[in-house]
């Protein structure tokens, strides 16, 4: 019997953005939206050629690096750590008094 699995990550191959992705373009296309916007990118490189360029070599580079240096890692931990602790404090401070006997 297959598990049930209850994430909602479904991982790398997540087929519902994907059906969600292929439905919305097959949608776009079937309105006839292709030519407005195929104009209006032809106007934009025209009247902004160097922003248009700019643009795409930055879509060429592809996605930032999401790697973090173990400093910044610490940091971030230390900020997370700095928020939540004054709602630990009042949570445990709420249960002490429930439990204190009288």
Do not use: W
Not at 35 to 47: F, L, P, T
């Amino acid at each position: 019997m297959k598990p049930h699995n209850s994430d909602q990550n479904q991982g790398e191959g997540d087929r519902r953005s994907a059906r969600r992705y292929n439905n919305d373009v097959r949608r776009f296309v079937a309105d006839g939206q292709v030519e407005d916007a195929a104009q209006k990118a032809k106007d934009y490189v025209e009247r902004e050629p160097g922003d248009a360029a700019r643009a795409e070599a930055k879509a060429r580079r592809g996605p930032k690096g999401s790697r973090a240096s173990v400093d910044e890692l610490i940091a971030k931990g230390r900020t997370v750590v700095d928020r939540v602790r004054p709602i630990v404090d009042r949570v445990a401070s709420r249960i002490k008094k429930r439990f204190q006997r009288k």
